[in-house]
């Protein structure tokens, strides 16, 4: 990935984990690229250096390994469905930074943030690159209204077999992906977050933002 233009800021050099992190993120960017460990091993971080709020964020991460493979990550994040805008000087969590082969180690790794919506609705970067995660939030906003009716319609355990439904990759794979994976983690019932997750995205909905 060696995206025209762009500057290189070495962020890390020399870590534990035996890894070169470099941000190559076009100059300018509203968002930098850093490593966090959380105690469960290292990860591509977001963190916005802007005076906004951050909607939206589109960023790719790729990791070399002691071989020579190359493992790309794409990292499409719609906080309108998550856990709210990232704000001004926080940190999240953007890409793993797997080797392409169990017991590879890792040695270098390259990010760029190539898209960003700020909550007002302006935005920075390449628009092709957050095109289709713009247009898919109809689809992601139908489908959890769908989640919450059918709860409340039709019983927990076809509200159960709606969440498995979803195709990889698709829209709706990442609303259930994103509510099965925090509702574990913050330990709260999924149909509660996934009622949270609608009124929050209801509320951009009736901004404007989509």
Not at 30 to 36: E, R, W
Not at 55 to 72: F, I, K, Q, S, Y
């Amino acid at each position: 990935m060696k995206p025209v233009g762009l500057v290189v800021v070495l962020l890390a050099c020399g870590l534990a984990f035996g890894q070169k992190f470099q941000d190559v993120s076009a100059k300018g960017s509203p968002v930098s690229l850093g490593v966090k460990d959380d105690g469960k091993g290292p990860y591509a971080a977001a963190r916005n250096n802007s005076s906004k709020a951050i909607l939206a964020m589109v960023a790719e991460v790729r990791a070399t390994d002691e071989r020579g493979n190359g493992v790309p990550c794409m990292s499409y994040m719609d906080y309108a469905f998550k856990a709210g805008v990232l704000s001004p000087r926080e940190e999240r969590f953007a890409c793993l930074m797997d080797a392409a082969d169990e017991g590879a180690k890792v040695i270098s790794v390259e990010g760029a943030v190539l898209f960003v919506q700020f909550e007002d609705g302006t935005t920075w970067g390449d628009p092709g690159a957050g095109r289709d995660l713009l247009a898919a939030r109809p689809q992601k906003l139908a489908f959890l209204k769908n989640l919450v009716e059918t709860y409340y319609e039709k019983g927990e355990a076809a509200f159960a077999t709606l969440l498995n439904e979803p195709k990889p990759g698709s829209p709706e794979f990442m609303v259930t992906g994103c509510l099965k994976a925090d509702a574990e983690y913050e330990k709260i019932a999924t149909i509660d977050l996934a009622k949270k997750r609608l009124a929050a995205a209801q509320g951009w909905r009736a901004s404007g933002i989509f």
